[in-house]
Nanobody
Framework: QVQLVESGGGLVQPGGSLRLSCAASGFIFSSYAMSWYRQAPGKECELVAGITRIGGGRNYADSVKGRFTISRDNAKNLVYLQMNSLKPEDTAVYYC?????????WGQGTQVTVSS
């Protein structure tokens, strides 16, 4: 079955960096676009970044443009989110997402906390 497993979250000071990873299995990874979402306490879930099947197309939320980079390794079934210049408002649970044949699949999430 489809599985998405995130890792790489943690506590980081403002201005710091983290790289999130999402390991995918149970489907033909290179055939589907992938996305990262986040949900902060008391806020709605929001799209952070998306990447097309081969990685030629990427899109970002305005709030993270220029600071975050999404990438993927189709040979390893991995999608990444490099987060630089982190701000306290980036604090959230980050989720890996795939839309496969009309169904939305989510990982369990990884907590990112930006605080001094």
């Amino acid at each position: 079955q489809v599985q998405l497993v995130e890792s790489g979250g943690g506590l980081v000071q403002p201005g710091g960096s983290l790289r999130l990873s999402c390991a995918a299995s149970g489907f033909i990874f290179s055939s589907y676009a992938m996305s990262w979402y986040r949900q902060a306490p008391g806020k709605e879930c929001e799209l952070v970044a998306g990447i097309t099947r081969i990685g030629g197309g990427r899109n970002y939320a305005d709030s993270v443009k220029g600071r975050f980079t999404i990438s993927r390794d189709n040979a390893k079934n991995l999608v990444y989110l490099q987060m630089n210049s982190l701000k306290p408002e980036d604090t959230a649970v980050y989720y890996c997402h795939a839309q496969i044949n009309g169904y939305a699949y989510w990982g369990q999430g990884t907590q990112v906390t930006v605080s001094s």
